[in-house]
């Protein structure tokens, strides 16, 4: 059973530390910016693949430091994501940042994750997130292009017309909920005889 709380992070407001910058890192700075360009990042790691320094040098918003991992890195920081290939020290990792109440995700360890990256689906404003429990990130990728495909071009000006709706509505909370699900009820409703 899935027991995940869905979140979506404002991490423009937050500070995230990556550790680890081989393809891994690389897969995770780039999640990261692609969902969140203006979000505050520092990657620790010995080795950094060109490709996160061309990231880096396009995007003052983004600090490498290139040398092993110090449980000191972890000061000032909201998140941790942890991608090296050292199991053991990514484990270790993990409860140094427990032990301050942070939040971590350890790539490709289910176990020792506090929260998993999700496949996502934009389209505008709209995001969907997908989690499979951390059992099968192939899956949600999967699931990704079904739903990418499946969700109209058109959803932005319908958002946008339902915002300026949702605006000039007068009333209550309840009264406009009530409202906007009537107005969008057309969007679940199944033809006559199906």
């Keep these: 059973m899935n027991n995940l709380f869905p979140i979506f992070l404002k991490l423009e407001n937050l500070h995230t530390l990556i550790v680890g910058g081989g393809y891994v890192g690389l897969e995770k700075i780039t999640a990261v910016l692609d969902n969140s360009p203006e979000a505050t990042v520092t990657l620790v790691s010995p080795e950094i693949r060109q490709e996160v320094r061309e990231i880096a040098a396009h995007n003052n918003r983004i600090r490498l430091i290139e040398r092993k991992f110090e449980d000191a890195d972890l000061a000032e920081k909201d998140l941790?994501?942890?991608?090296?290939?050292?199991?053991?020290?990514?484990?270790?990792?993990?409860?140094?940042?427990?032990?301050k109440h942070m939040l971590c995700n350890v790539a490709?360890?289910?176990?020792?994750?506090?929260?998993?990256?999700?496949?996502?689906?934009?389209?505008?404003?709209?995001?969907?997130?997908?989690?499979?429990?951390?059992?099968?990130?192939?899956?949600?990728?999967?699931?990704k292009e079904v739903l990418n495909e499946a969700l109209p071009d058109n959803l932005e000006t319908a958002m946008e017309q339902l915002k300026a709706v949702r605006d000039?509505?007068?009333?209550?909370?309840a009264y406009k909920v009530d409202e906007l699900n009537r107005i969008t009820s057309v969007l679940v409703e199944k033809p006559v005889g199906k």
Excluded: Q
């Design 80 to 99: 941790v994501i942890v991608a090296t290939n050292d199991k053991e020290e990514n484990k270790r990792i993990k409860f140094v940042a427990r032990a």
């Design 108 to 143: 490709d360890t289910p176990d020792l994750c506090d929260f998993y990256l999700s496949s996502v689906v934009r389209k505008g404003n709209l995001k969907v997130a997908i989690s499979t429990n951390g059992m099968s990130p192939t899956m949600a990728k999967r699931l």
């Design 168 to 173: 000039m509505l007068k009333g209550d909370f």
